[in-house]
């Protein structure tokens, strides 16, 4: 019982950090909100999460 737990912990633990395929660096996950306009012409905003890695934070940044 109490491995199993153990393991299930370590896994959970695992699965938060994601590494880049590309750059090898670490994937962070953050809240995106992106001002999306529509077809009426009113503005509504939209929350992504993006993952960020040294790939693409400088556009995601910008
Ligand atoms: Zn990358």
Same mark, same amino acid.
């Given at each position: 019982?109490?491995?199993?737990?153990?393991?299930?912990?370590?896994?959970?633990?695992?699965?938060?950090?994601?590494?880049? @395929?590309i750059?090898a660096? @670490?994937?962070?996950?953050?809240k995106?909100v992106?001002?999306?306009?529509?077809e009426?012409?009113?503005?509504?905003?939209?929350?992504?999460?993006t993952?960020?890695c040294?790939?693409n934070?400088?556009?995601?940044?910008?």
């Open positions: 019982m109490a491995k199993k737990m153990d393991f299930a912990q370590k896994s959970k633990k695992k699965s938060d950090v994601h590494t880049c @395929p750059c660096g @670490p994937i962070q996950y953050v995106h992106k001002a999306v306009k529509t009426d012409g009113a503005w509504k905003f939209r929350s992504l999460n993952g960020v040294k790939c934070e400088a556009e995601v940044y910008a």
